[in-house]
Structure formats: structure tokens, C-alpha cells
């Protein structure tokens, strides 16, 4: 049963650890997060874009797919269907749909604008029993057609979405999504503390999870950070692993081609890649 990432999240930012959100595209992603997180006693959060929602048929389509990976594959630990980076239009439609979690990213918005779309869905949230992610600041990169240029969230600002009741805060603190150029000049720790002072309790989001030194994921995770965003990372591993799989011709070999062979090397890399950051974020047994 899918479940709010409310009672997770509390729980991450107390014992200073985070929950990990992984971003799914279809079955085999799905399937490969979820029988991570059972392996490993880890709470998840599954990540879907509105470019992923329409890619995987619909909203409807996902929901259906998910609770029946979670009856089928006797799934115990608690798990959050979430909408990343959603439009206002996209909230809406997802809370129909039956996702237990929803982020609303009005960061492009003015303020004011940000706070009156956020306050209409905080109410809708609270009446559902969902959790709800807010952003203040960019998140930089592109990801499914949302760019951010990677400002420096407003800790004022960011306490005026925090105190509206949203479950949790996103807030740019000069991470970006995909890969880190080489001359990435890191996280802002002295941002993120400001952040943390004026937010109080709030559980913090790091997105752009993907390629953050361990040491940069640590420090977070110590200012408040309790939920911490991979997508690219996944992604890059399926990609290698069915890369090495097809030039090394085993797709040629006796039935390599079914497509349950062909996706197996990659649907093991993602569970890899799960496992290798549930052990960083520290949920690991916090089912």
C-alpha cells in the first residue's frame, strides 16, 4: 500500500539520515527500486516526471503498475509514489490519480504567485492524507523539458513556503540535475544553513543527487536534508550495462534478444546503483 513520505521523512530528518527517491521509467526501473528497498529494509520514494507519466502510458497507468508490484512482489517496506517536479496542472492530476505524494514546482514563479498555488495545495494534500514537496530557488540542468539556472534559494523565501504546511522543501542550493560540469563549484553549506535556521523542523530535498561527492551528501544530510534525488545516475548505469551486453553480441546469442534477457544487465545495474546509495543516505534498515 502506498503510503504519504510525511512519516518517512520525520523520521529521516531525526535519526540524520534521508530517504532516497528514484526516479522510474518503466517496469524494470520500478520493479528493480522496489525489490531493493525490501532487501534492504530501506523506506523509497518513487520519482516519476510528467515526461515519464506521459512516456509510461499515464498517471493511471503508473498507479495501477505500482500497487501491483507492491502486492505481487510482497513489498513491506513503506513506499511513496511521487510526482517530481510537477506543474500546478500536473499536482492536480496526479492526486486524482492516486499518487500518495506530489511536488509542486512553482521556484519559476514569482513569490507571491509561488505562495498562492502552494496554499491551494497544501489544503487539497492535508484532505487527501498526501505529503507535498514545495521549491524555492532552481535546481540547474534540464530535466524533461524544466530548466533551472541554479539560483541560490532565499532563506526568507523559503520560510514563507514552509510555514504555509508543505511536507517538505526543496531549495536550490547550487545543485543541478544530470552531471556535474567539472567546474561545479559545490554545494552552498552556508546557504543551506540559513535555510535550515529560518525552516526549522522542515525536512529539506536535495535534488541532482547524481554525482555529489559523498562527503558534499554527508554534510547535507547534517543540515537537515532527509530526502535526496537520483535519476541520471540510474540511468547511466542501465545504459553501460546494456551497452556492454549488446556490443559483446549476446543479444545474438540463442535467444538474447527476448527483451527479458536484453533488459536483465540494466535492471541489475539499477539495482546496484539503489542499493550503493541507500548505503550513503544511511536508510538502509530504517523501514
Not at 530501506?42 to 505500482?66: D, F, N, Q, R, T
Request: aromatic share 6%; charged share 25%; hydrophobic share 40%.
Amino acid at each position: 500500500m502506498l503510503v504519504s513520505a510525511k512519516e518517512m521523512l520525520n523520521k529521516a530528518r531525526d535519526g540524520k539520515y534521508a530517504v532516497g527517491q528514484f526516479n522510474i521509467n518503466n517496469l524494470e526501473w520500478t520493479k528493480a527500486v522496489l525489490l531493493t528497498a525490501q532487501e534492504n529494509n530501506s523506506p523509497v520514494i518513487l520519482g516519476v516526471s510528467e515526461g515519464a507519466g506521459k512516456y509510461m502510458g499515464g498517471y493511471h497507468a503508473i498507479v495501477g503498475m505500482v500497487n501491483g508490484l507492491l502486492e505481487d512482489l510482497k513489498i513491506t517496506v513503506p513506499v511513496a509514489l511521487h510526482l517530481d517536479h510537477g506543474s500546478y496542472e500536473g499536482a492536480f492530476k496526479t492526486i486524482e490519480a492516486g499518487f500518495s505524494s506530489v511536488m509542486f514546482d512553482g521556484s519559476h514563479y514569482p513569490i507571491a504567485e509561488n505562495i498562492e498555488k502552494t496554499k491551494e495545495l497544501v489544503k487539497l494534500a492535508a484532505e487527501k492524507g498526501i505529503s507535498l514537496e514545495a521549491e524555492v530557488g532552481s535546481i540547474g540542468g534540464e530535466e524533461d523539458g524544466v530548466v533551472g539556472a541554479g539560483e541560490i534559494a532565499d532563506p526568507n523565501e523559503c520560510k514563507s513556503i514552509a510555514d504555509l504546511g508543505v511536507t517538505m522543501l526543496a531549495a536550490g542550493i547550487g545543485n543541478i540535475h544530470g552531471k556535474y560540469p567539472a567546474n561545479w563549484k559545490g554545494l552552498d553549506f552556508k546557504a543551506l544553513a540559513a535555510i535550515k535556521e529560518l525552516t526549522g523542523d522542515m525536512p529539506l530535498v536535495l535534488h541532482g543527487g547524481t554525482g555529489i561527492p559523498a562527503e558534499m551528501i554527508k554534510e547535507a544530510i547534517s543540515l537537515g536534508v532527509a530526502k535526496i534525488n537520483v535519476n541520471t545516475e540510474c540511468q547511466l548505469s542501465f545504459a553501460e550495462a546494456t551497452r556492454k551486453y549488446i556490443e559483446a553480441g549476446k543479444d545474438l546469442e540463442g535467444k538474447g534478444f527476448d527483451p527479458r534477457k536484453l533488459l536483465a544487465p540494466g535492471f541489475e545495474a539499477i539495482k546496484a546503483t539503489v542499493k550503493e546509495k541507500m548505503d550513503l543516505f544511511g536508510s538502509v534498515n530504517k523501514a
